[in-house]
């Protein structure tokens, strides 16, 4: 008999339990992940930060948490996780009672993009491991991964003939806000740069000396199509880093940069572009529109972005054509804003050993 009342009073605890358990367990329970950063290079370190709040004094000995991210996320630590098509990955907590746990799991991003973990699944067990509850949760966290920055010293070259057909324009000009020092008086001077304080000092004439700086604006014209279907995403890729890497090259020389591309932006659906900046904030910007580059959508020719870039004869804007494409109708292009008078150079991606003929004013660049 006592046997039996026992079962019955274990049974009654067993059950009253679960339905304690079932009705309180996600109350006061929050989880979150985010990504610590906004946007950092591929094959940067970057951490994913996955909290865990606990408001209620009810304990969760074993609680689940399980999401998905993109496979191209390389993590540190595999054990507890399943890479597919996606990469799947289960973390286990025993959270006390009104406490908070923040765990951050180092990854790398591989590979150019945009990417969202936009759900979260949560499963608990009860006390006595006999009853599991479960929750879908909407998160919010996104990454924008930058393109690879790549060594461009083999651009040198060709800004060096840039930098002279700028020079050659006669378009540079003082940077009033870079100060280089003091010099002697001449009689070309302008009374306006004469450093009176230091004149007084030194019993001589001493005028201010700047730096020079380019009031050009080189437009970077990205073309995203590419025929080699064999190598078409590492083309286009090279292609993107390559943009980004010199635009990071040039703003830091002080040059302004715009961006224009014929890819397409995968949350807007417009074409890939930036307006030209000189700060250091712009290169954020730009690797921004290039991280949302999605290059199976086209927004039209190539050709015909070129063609429309500027107005004939506009002779404050250089443009810098980098593509894996070297086309007629590309070459046409070029050349009808050659002889309207405006400076266009460019970069052609190739594989080893399949550069084509010197072109003038243009670099082929083999991967």
Known sequence: MGLIIAVIVAFAVLYAQQKYFKTHWNRGLEVQLRFQKKGVSAGEKCYLEETVVNEKRMPLSSLQVKFTASNTFLFEQEGNA????????????????????????????SRRGYYEIDRI???????????????????VASLYVYPYKRDVSRFDVLYRRMQGELLARKQLEEDPYAFRGMREYRPTDSMRRINWKSTAKAGKLLV?????????????????????????????????????????????????????????????????????GVHK???????????????????????????????DGETDKCYLVITAE???????????????????????????????PAREGFLWWEV
Do not use: W
């Open 326 to 356: 070297d086309t007629e109708d590309i070459r046409a292009a070029v050349e009808a804003k050659r002889t309207a008078g405006e400076a266009v150079y460019g970069i052609i991606i190739c594989r080893e050993g399949e550069s084509g």
């Open 281 to 311: 904030s712009h290169l954020e910007k730009m690797d921004r529109r290039l991280a949302l580059a999605d290059t199976e959508q086209l927004s039209g020719s190539f050709a015909e972005l070129i063609k429309k870039s500027g107005n």
């Open 208 to 276: 201010n000396m700047y730096e020079s700086s380019f009031s050009q604006e080189i437009q970077i014209l990205l073309n995203g199509d590419c025929r080699d279907e064999r190598h078409k995403r590492e083309l286009q890729e090279m292609a993107i880093s390559l943009a980004s890497s010199i635009a990071a090259e040039l703003l830091q020389k002080g040059v302004p940069v715009s961006l224009s591309g014929n890819l397409t932006d995968i949350l807007s659906k417009e074409p890939v572009c930036c307006e030209a």
């Open 82 to 109: 399943a890479v597919t098509d996606q990469y799947y990955r289960t973390d286990l907590f025993a959270v006390g009672g009104r406490r908070r746990i923040t765990r951050a799991l180092e990854f790398v991003p």
């Open 121 to 139: 699944d949560i499963l608990a067990r009860d006390f006595f491991y006999t009853a599991t509850c479960s929750e879908r949760r909407d998160n």
